[in-house]
């Protein structure tokens, strides 16, 4: 009873700390709005939701007294070794070493291990030596020796993904459905194993990943669908396509966003030949979604990140570039930045929805908590994907010559925005991925960059997935980055030359042509649309085939010649990734005076054969010298 007490005395003095810090620092806190007068609403704001905010801020203050990073077990200073030269910098001039000396959180040293030995001592077979650096000076360098296997690399970075959203499709993941009964069996068995919200009818159920291209039918689901299991009937469910681009709700959510509007600028509401909402609703359609929706509590953030940073830092991820920073997120971010629970680092990309400048509605973050979080970018979206029609096409797409996709911003309005950003100095990420988008946006970085050529100003086009053979060398002219994700080729080539037909294809996916051009590309996975692995990204790269071995052109990869080679991949998510987010002068290789961040593998993924890709583990993930998952 005494210790139940305690811990409750400990949680209220936690909650009233972080209660008068965010006092304290509420004017200055990054993306914050003045506060709106709550809405008064009969669906969901009650009594109930009170009480869950209070409790939830007890929960959450509770979490953060007790959780913590790993310790690490390794020595302020050391040095990891490798007979086999196994250790790759990314470096051109020294490509691999033998040994790598970690002091603090930086990269101290680099060579061989008789020449480190000579520098630094060897505390178990020279003792120090006379001009070793000051940490060593006593006793000498601490040597650990890899397994002969195993191999390190760059912390490694994904330069397009959504940390918050991928802690919450995982509460109920969806990807790899093959058809709309498993969907509906996985939500009802996601219901039947939470009582509390087997209990509460009203409790919003939300999930994503389905793919209706997997199916047999490749049609839309419905609403009929949900509510034709019992469990699921009568509950406001929000399931979200694979690629966060449509939206397909229960009639529960259609019953609270009635009346619903004929059209909506850049958004479909899928309706069937009665004129009927089906229940889908794609791109901006999905903000009417969004708006009714209640809004995710600090417990139910700090449990979506939870989730986030254990399985990225399982894969080996020390960067995590993340491609949508609500101001709520953003604010998030920084409170566990202050609280000293970034185990990683983190760039965001601030991002609100609308065509009014928001600009002024963010603080710009540049090394902010020792450098574990940046925020100079912003994040806008040109059209929608590929998988809904929702990419904005030149021509119409060949399986659906009425349609075009989407263009969720007017070309005048995203030029004007583009505008003034780059004038405040932002650095600006827009989002296309049809053909049609990309060269809309090319012509607008074009104009807004003209009278900056002598800054350095890095504009990139997320995705840019589908370009004209025209548009593709533009990028390298204006020095746009190419900021792709490799595993959405793979994702898609199973209908991507069904939707874009056999010219278009040429453009789609053209890593090869765009570094030909002089493009520098960041790899990225744009997770939770795809897998969190890195290595998923590096195999898909460099062999173009889906993890089973398989693409429509058989064994031998899927256009081969847009592949990538293994250096270039690895470039693309470590050095090419930190220059994408203005960071290689502290990140992206081992290099005498950057951070150390490293990741240990069980195997070396430059040289094993390909079929072998995927077998990778990783042993260690390694942040600012210091051990955040695994051991050495």
Not at 72 to 83: I, N, R, V
Not at 98 to 113: K, N, P, T
Not at 365 to 388: C, E, P, Q, T, W
Request: hydrophobic residues 40%; aromatic residues 8%.
């Amino acid at each position: 009873m005494f210790e139940l007490r305690r811990r409750k005395m400990a949680a209220d003095r936690a909650t009233e700390r972080l209660m008068m810090q965010d006092e304290l620092r509420k004017n200055a806190r990054v993306g914050a709005t003045p506060p709106q007068r709550p809405r008064q609403s009969t669906d969901f704001v009650s009594l109930r939701a009170r009480v869950q905010a209070v409790v939830s801020a007890v929960v959450i203050a509770a979490v953060f007294i007790l959780w913590k990073s790993p310790k690490s077990t390794l020595p302020t200073t050391y040095a990891l070794c490798s007979k086999s030269r196994q250790i790759y910098t990314v470096e051109p001039d020294q490509a691999t070493v033998e040994c790598v000396v970690v002091d603090g959180a930086y990269i101290a040293d680099l060579g061989s291990r008789a020449d480190i030995t000579e520098r630094w001592g060897d505390k178990y077979k020279t003792g120090p030596v006379a001009g070793s650096p000051q940490s060593v000076a006593k006793a000498g360098l601490i040597f650990k020796t890899l397994p002969p296997r195993q191999a390190v690399v760059p912390g490694l970075s994904d330069s397009h993904a959504h940390v918050l959203d991928y802690g919450k499709t995982m509460q109920l993941p969806l990807a790899g459905s093959r058809s709309v009964e498993e969907v509906v069996k996985r939500t009802r068995e996601y219901i039947q194993r939470h009582p509390d919200v087997l209990n509460d009818t009203s409790v919003w159920i939300q999930g994503g990943g389905w793919d209706q291209t997997l199916w047999e039918s490749g049609e839309f689901p419905t609403w009929r669908d949900l509510d034709a299991d019992p469990v699921l009937k009568g509950r406001p469910i929000v399931l979200d396509r694979v690629d966060v681009h449509a939206s397909w709700v229960s009639s529960r959510v259609l019953e609270i966003l009635s009346p619903l509007p004929d059209v909506v600028d850049g958004g479909h509401i899928i309706r069937d030949v009665n004129g009927e909402p089906t229940g889908v609703f794609v791109d901006n359609a999905r903000q009417l979604v969004s708006a009714r929706r209640p809004p995710d509590t600090d417990a139910q953030l700090f449990a979506y990140y939870k989730t986030a940073m254990r399985d990225a830092l399982e894969h080996g991820l020390t960067h995590i570039q993340d491609a949508a920073a609500y101001p709520n997120y953003a604010d998030f971010f920084v409170k566990m930045a202050d609280k000293g629970m970034l185990p990683m680092r983190l760039t965001l990309m601030a991002h609100i929805d609308g065509d009014d400048y928001w600009g002024g509605n963010f603080t710009k973050l540049f090394g902010y908590a020792d450098n574990r979080l940046n925020m100079r970018s912003v994040k806008l979206f040109m059209d929608g994907a590929l998988g809904s029609w929702g990419a904005a096409m030149i021509e119409p797409y060949s399986d659906k010559p009425n349609e075009h996709g989407l263009l969720l911003s007017q070309p005048h309005a995203m030029s004007k925005l583009i505008h003034q950003f780059i004038e405040d100095d932002w650095q600006v990420n827009v989002h296309c991925i049809g053909d049609r988008a990309n060269h809309i946006v090319l012509d607008a970085f074009e104009s807004a960059l003209s009278g900056h050529e002598h800054e350095d100003r890095r504009p990139r086009i997320e995705h840019a997935q589908i370009l004209t053979q025209e548009d593709i060398k533009r990028f390298g002219k204006l020095g746009v980055i190419a900021s792709v994700q490799p595993t959405h080729a793979t994702s898609d080539m199973g209908y991507a030359e069904l939707r874009l037909g056999p010219e278009r294809i040429k453009g789609a996916y053209a890593w090869r042509s765009l570094i030909d051009t002089g493009a520098q590309l960041a790899l990225g996975s744009d997770f939770p649309v795809e897998g969190i692995n890195p290595l998923l990204g590096f195999y898909a790269a460099v062999t173009r085939l889906r993890p089973d071995g398989s693409s429509p052109h058989g064994p031998g990869g899927w256009y081969m010649e847009q592949a990538l080679t293994r250096p270039e991949a690895l470039y693309g998510m470590t050095l090419g990734a930190a220059y994408a987010a203005f960071q290689e002068e502290q990140l992206g290789s081992l290099k005498v005076g950057k951070r150390a961040d490293l990741v240990v593998l069980d195997q070396d993924i430059m040289k094993v054969p390909q079929e072998k890709l995927l077998q990778t583990k990783v042993k260690a993930t390694i942040v600012d010298g210091k051990i955040v998952y695994g051991k050495v």
